[in-house]
């Protein structure tokens, strides 16, 4: 049969109607689909029993307790703590990522040892303790020639540090600059505490309370709780500093000053407060104050200096007036380098509202006491400047160290200057503790890596800015350390027996186990029935009792609100009038930098994480070039137009950014990021922006000699 | 035109409260990390950069010093009336399951990214590139939501697996799973912000707070007008930030008070 025409239709039409009815070529289809997105290199997911583990973060010192999720052992993700007093369920951007950071491209796999050539090589831990003990041996008698920089600043770690410098006769411990050097300036032992949660009205000077400054976290549940949905706010916050960071932003009020203005306005509002007939007489010192007050911070010269027009101000000491619990805290913006004047002139304000170690005012909290023998008191290491140190090295007043060593800090990129910290420590044999191959690890003669805080038992002691003293404990949420990798606290107390010193302690965990022990001592509670503010208000918790090794080591988190001395109140009114800055104008450098320090860039000593990377906006950074913000009528001022590369050039350096147009900084400033231009970590950090540390400009304050660079000036110009 | 208008009895949403918000970002890393998406390395790339919540920064576009901001979060809005599907030729987006969330099915999506003209909120995402991890990061992933390849389209789902979690929980303790309590289902953003400015809850269920806020004068949603009936909510008692939800012109008025 010929095959015509109307058969070959048929068959085609008969073999196509055929074909749907088999399955086959749907399954085929499907199977392509599936397997078109199957592919090996593509990382498949792992399953496991599912577990938390309850730790406290050392990322940054706000001290958040973190609960870390594990899948099968493996941590997959940071969440923080619903029972834990400074987080309450609440995280921040760097502790939420800071499972990943386990695993970052910048980890140190082990302990390295510089070669003539300047690379690192493996070495053993046998070998870099040998090393490290001969070395520190060397200098062993001679005073100052090894000293130590941690960053690290509520962490009993700092003992060992302290204790072991003294046994080789060295007394320099510094700590990386904080807000606490300031705060020990003001008072000798112990702590400055702010009770937020009591307060129904917050004057912010500076403190980037919601982001960079202090009990971060804890703030943020602070200002969120007075601030329901739905309802009326229980406590208006007013936010006195040049941007509008993220406090600024959120602040039901943003009085817009220079960084470094903060004491001049606080004795503006202070004017009207004792022309209003407020008195002190608690304090010794009131007269003087009030003479010093009314007879200088007149509104005139308050609104020459700050700008901000007189009916503001008095508006501001009328609120804090109608105020029942107003609460002033003082602070740099980024919370580092503020000078004596600034914070006693705003903690001023506190002691004539009469609310200090009152609910809602600031307190005065204790330190724990140390516990290894030969260990300094905290006061004393808080109160050490080690900017002006680094400052009289680098100019040969100060004899150059030889051995120094680093501790959860990058001193060689997060000090103003880091230039002129290169060049002091120079020469100095440097070893470096860092987790992260930072900017400080790159230029280390010796890597001892520590293991990650997810790995580690360390401890948190009352961040700085909290209202009570607290104490909780790192755990590791891993069963072995990922890296060859080994705590610092060990590698101290093994090299401090090597040598013949005797710390007291087998291993670090036993020195944790000694604090902990301590703590019964003292009058403390638990925070699992009654957070520290309701005590503050006045519900009374039950004292900690039991076996508080066992209850702290599973998370527990101990609080006091005892206060620990009789302190004797004073407006401070000797220290502010000597502290207080020369009305004269700087015109070299005519823009103040109001540097900004966030969490989403990472914090003094970590570079901005892997994950923290999307959250930086197309205004914040644009491949390698970052932005520096302005109002458009200071860029106006200055020729300027959006999207315009500048140079922003301080007394030693310069640095290199885009403009970015934000109303939201104040006249004749320039608003820029710390935590950006990292030379050395990993892909994900290097070579993003310019280090604005470098157009930081250090200046010494009279009366307190303290080293200063929260009110740097700079010099703009179109690159 | 949606091709079918399905009504629910659970309505799974959020109300934001943008005056609480302080735009710290807390919640864009909670949410890569529990659904896996891999850190790029040049972020500034907003191509490529997967944001299933995403923190947008608002001004009042006034000069200093009258200045203000706020911050957006924004996930995906889980429409009532949703663009995304009708134009989804393979169904590998819908909105069927009670609950009302739309769904993502990434092994069916075939990368043709018409959801994504058609979304008004840019609430998807497109992978372009394989996700890639550094070495041994992959580690961290977590064992809830499958990581997608090139080639298909991806979103916010309200952690979704979250929702089966609590309830076979609620299974488990013999409760209905038809009717969570509020807090027992819970996505990761709402549950890490530090200020609490996100509450989440079942919309149509009075006993849940979202259920009111969303009534309230000072609550109001995404491009209102193009009646895709978001299921999140934004509150604020500032008018100019309930304008600019809408894109309102100059001339016009904005409801609340």
Partial sequence: MALNRRSFLTFAAGGVAGTLFTPVIWKSIDDTAIWTQNWPWIPRLEYGPRAYAATTCKLCPAGCGLNIRTAGGRPVAAEGRTDHPLSQGGICPLGAAAVQLLYAPAR?????????????????????????????????????????????????????????????????????????????????????????????????????????????????????????????????????????????????????????????LALGVAYHLLQGGMTAPQAHDFFAYRNFVINRYTPEYVERLTGVAPEQVAELARKLRSANKPLIIPGSTIAQGGGVFNFAAALSLNMLFDNVNSAGGIQVLPDLPTVVSGAKEPAQVRAKDLVAYVQGVAEGKVSKPAVCLVYEANPLFALPLPDVTAQAFDGTYLVSFSTFYDETAAQADLLLPTPTFIERFDDVQTPYGSGFASYSLTRPAIRQPIFDTKPTGDVLLAVAKALGIDLGFASFDKVLEAKVAVLSELEGFFTDKVQPWEARAGKAPAAASGNLWRTISRGAVWASITEPFPTAMQLGSTIISQTAPPDAEDWTFPVSLAAMDSRTYGSRHIAIPPFCLPLLGEQEIQGDVFYVWMNSATARSYGLQAEDRVTLTGPNGSCLAKVRIFEGVGRNMVAAPLGFGHTAWDKFSRNKGDNIYKVLTVRTEPGSNLAVWADSRVRIAKA | MVLYLKEFKIKWGMVIDLDRCTGCGACMVACQAENNIAPPVDASNKRYSLTWLLVYQLSNKQPYPNHDVAYMPRPCLQCGKPNCVPVCPVIATDKNQEGGIVSQVNARCIGCRYCMAACPYHARYFNWHDPVWPEGMEKTLTPDVSTRPRGVVEKCLFCHHRYMAARDKARIEDRDPNALAEGDYIPACVEMCPTGAMVFGDLENPEHKVHKLSKSPYAFRLLERLNTKPQVYYYSKREWVRKQGDNYLEHETVGGV
């Fill in chain 1, 108 to 264: 140190i796999k082990g302990p390295m040892q510089k070669q003539a050539d300047g690379t690192h090589q493996p070495i053993s831990w046998d070998q870099a303790e040998a090393l490290l003990k001969e070395k520190l041996a060397e200098q062993n008698g001679k005073k100052d020639a090894v000293v130590c920089v941690s960053g690290d600043e509520n962490g009993t770690i700092n003992e060992l540090f302290s204790a072991l410098l003294g046994g080789l006769g060295s007394d320099g411990c510094f700590l990386m600059p904080g807000e606490q050097i300031v705060a020990s300036k003001i008072l000798r032992e112990g702590s400055i505490g702010y009770d937020l949660e009591n307060a129904d009205f917050v004057l912010v000077f500076g403190a980037d309370l919601l982001d960079g400054w202090g009990t971060a976290v804890r703030n943020k549940k602070a200002y969120g709780a007075a601030h329901p949905m739905g309802e009326e706010a229980s406590a208006e916050y007013v936010y006195v500093g040049p941007t509008q960071n993220v406090t600024g932003g959120a602040a039901d009020q943003w009085v817009s000053i220079a960084p470094g203005m903060e004491g001049v």
